[in-house]
């Protein structure tokens, strides 16, 4: 058979080797890829290997996105919908921008398929889980100033993480560290240069503030049209299986751009939320503006005092202390101004993008709220005053009029209900409030019993999207409701008797945190789940981070400003919570509470069979788990509220199922009907 002529030799051979090299150099190795071979290489302690594939790792992954940015946008101009508008050219356009955006990645980091990755990994990198590796390998490396710039880094996303605060604390006693090694390697320039202009700020370095200030606006728009050129990647549509092609075309296309435009309009939401935090920084884009009218007032710089006080009027239409300055202003001057313009056109497109929005939800039978962005009670946090043109002088209101929501009741010590029940420690004995230990709320059998149900039960990521490792990557969580273990019971799949225990110890437990607090009203399951942690082999040797981070259960816990914001997505209606553990033959997994800083631990409990620890669930009990580094910790987790409005609805309906039970049982006593052949 004939294969043919071998490729000349010379000239020919060295272009095909040019070409080979040039398509392989214009392929970007996955992060994904990368980040798996550093963490391997970190467990078999080749740390010179780990440093190199983990800082290839967020190159690529900084590269990625940065072109996915530079793509869209250069489609987006080389294709712009004119004015001559129809059917055809709307879907020319489109059309050409995909092919645009394809040609574009794949010529800078090859086909876009290699850097698919999966969710764990996404989540990975937004906790800045690579630099924890990154800061141990530099350390065996002895580089501790590289070392510390990587701790810094991961500590600004996880301020929570204890262990990673003290190492940060020995870092700077060595020697051969400074200040300056303690860097953000993620920063974001706009919040940079906004917390640098206050610091000026701060020290009345007005010319200074105000030129970081104007850095800080340039940025943020900037990062703004990238935060929304990633907005057109892939969405996920929750009960719309589109695939199938029984939409039509306009209602795909409407779906799709509704949840694109959500995640446009959120990139306010973004941009003013520093790294590790839930909750934006409040009132953060107006207050540029707030500040720069009152530095360029400082420096005798009117007209551009106005205009700053116009433009934040544009956030706040009518606010009466930056009214009464405009009007200073207007009066000294003898003249008007204008807001800026850059700012008046970002918020008439937030506007229409709400409108939108609105009807787009409508026709995707989804709810949708409209946040408000820019609460108007975060201002300035100072004591200057400037003349006004009504009594003289301008008050300015703090960054935070919220605080900690204590607990309604501030009582303990009632009765323990059951017999045998032990009190360890109290309050005062766990260096808290609303706290309790409490031992023999269960007996040993009952643990061996609920530990055997958990095995037949509990399913990986359940209560968190099906995420197996959603605290940490070095455990497995799994988990399971009193309803679905009932369910379990009824197809036969597990000893009913069991399913009922569960049901009975939570119900227990709830009976005795009620009556120790000495509560007025009833208290209400909000959520009851039974709960293994189970270390990962292999994954444990170098760890210092926590099972489950500290936090707090009804609001947002925020470090830095020693505030915990009772607002969503917290919990808000929680009231009391407790943990009943069902073993201790395990390594770590203490239970803690800490300060409100999130790293002084105020108190220890190490688990055990039948021990409970309950507490209000408010910002006055931060806590958190260490690591569990061998074996499996299980428990029985319980969050109670006083409004029955919350209630949890799984559990009124594991109550019908265990009245339906009684119920047939007593038919099957006079009968002889086998219960679970009626079902």
């Known amino acids: 058979m004939d294969h043919g002529k071998p490729p000349a030799a010379g000239l020919s051979s060295v272009v095909v080797l040019s070409a080979v090299l040039a398509c392989a150099a214009a392929v970007l190795q996955p992060h994904d890829l990368l980040y798996d071979n550093a963490v391997r290489a970190f467990y078999n302690s080749d740390y010179e290997e780990t440093v190199r594939a983990m800082e290839g790792a967020l190159r690529s992954h900084s590269q990625l996105r940065s072109t996915k940015v530079r ?278 497109r937030h506007k229409q993008e709400l409108e939108l929005l609105l009807i787009g939800s409508q026709i995707m039978g989804a709810d949708f709220t409209e946040a408000n962005y820019w609460s108007s009670t975060g201002g300035r946090n100072d004591l200057n005053r400037i003349p006004s043109s009504t009594d003289g002088w301008m008050e300015y209101v703090p960054i935070s009029g919220k605080k900690i929501a204590a607990p309604q009741q501030l009582k303990e010590g009632g009765p323990l209900v059951f017999e045998g029940v032990q009190l360890v420690q109290n309050s005062g004995d766990l260096n808290g409030t609303q706290r309790v230990l409490l031992d023999h709320i269960i007996s040993e059998q009952d643990c061996a019993e609920l530990r055997s149900l958990a095995q037949a039960v509990t399913m990986a990521g359940d209560g968190y999207k099906g995420r197996t490792s959603p605290h940490t990557p070095n455990e497995k969580f799994e988990g399971a409701t009193v309803l679905k273990t009932l369910q379990y019971g009824y197809e036969g799949r597990v000893p009913m008797k069991s399913a009922r225990l569960f049901y009975n110890v939570s119900e227990r437990a709830r009976r005795i945190i009620e009556s120790y607090f000495m509560l007025n009203s009833t208290l209400h399951f909000s959520y009851t789940h039974l709960v293994c942690r189970t270390a990962i082999t292999g994954q444990q040797d170098h760890r210092n981070d926590l099972s489950h981070p500290i936090h707090a259960d009804n609001c947002l816990l925020d470090p830095d400003a020693h505030e915990c914001w009772k607002e969503p997505p917290a919990y808000t209606y929680r009231d009391y919570s407790a943990l009943l553990y069902l073993n201790g033959d395990f390594d ?63 559990r009124l309906q594991a109550d019908e199922v265990i009245q339906a039970l009684d119920k047939q049982s007593v038919l099957s006593q006079s009968f002889s009907i086998n219960p679970r052949d009626e079902l």
């Not at 958190?624 to 509220?641: D, E, P």
């Open 71 to 348: 793509c869209r946008l250069r489609c987006q101009d080389q294709h712009p919908f004119d004015g001559t508008f129809s059917d055809l050219r709307f879907f020319d356009v489109v059309l050409r921008r995909s092919a645009c955006l394809d040609k574009c990645m794949e010529d800078k980091v090859g086909a876009q398929s290699l850097h698919k990755v999966s969710e764990d990994v996404v989540q990975d990198f937004t906790r800045r889980i690579p630099y924890n590796f990154l800061q141990l390998a530099y350390q065996k490396l002895k580089q501790p100033e590289k070392a510390a710039a990587a701790a810094h880094t991961y500590f600004q996303a996880n301020p929570e993480h204890v262990e990673m605060g003290q190492n940060l604390e020995q870092y700077k006693d060595l020697e051969g560290v400074r200040e300056q090694h303690f860097v953000d390697r993620e920063v974001r320039p706009h919040q940079r240069s906004f917390m640098d202009a206050v610091r000026l700020y701060d020290k009345d370095d007005y010319e200074g503030a105000i030129s970081l200030f104007e850095e800080a606006l340039v940025e943020y728009f900037k990062a703004d049209v990238a935060c929304r050129a990633l907005c057109q990647g892939p969405q996920k549509f929750e009960d719309h299986d589109h695939l199938s092609y029984r939409y039509s075309l306009l209602e795909v296309v409407s779906d799709h751009f509704t949840q694109v435009l959500h995640c446009e309009h959120e990139c306010v939401r973004d941009l003013a939320t520093r790294p590790g935090r839930l909750s934006p920084m409040e009132n953060y884009l107006p207050l540029h503006y707030d500040y720069l009218q009152f530095a360029y007032f400082k420096v005798d710089r009117l007209e551009d005092a106005l205009q700053s006080a116009l433009t934040y009027l544009l956030f706040h239409d009518g606010e009466e202390f930056m009214t009464e300055n405009v009007v200073f202003y207007r009066e000294v001057l003898g003249q008007d101004g204008e807001p800026r313009e850059d700012a008046a056109r970002y918020l008439r």
């Open 588 to 650: 770590g997994g203490e239970f803690i509470f800490t300060k409100i800083d999130a790293k002084t631990v105020t108190a220890s409990v190490k688990p055990k069979c039948g021990r409970m620890v309950g507490f209000s669930s408010g910002g006055e009990n931060p806590h958190g788990v260490k690591a569990v580094t061998s074996g499996q910790r299980c428990a029985v987790a319980l969050w109670f509220t006083l409004d029955p409005l919350f209630r949890e609805l799984e």
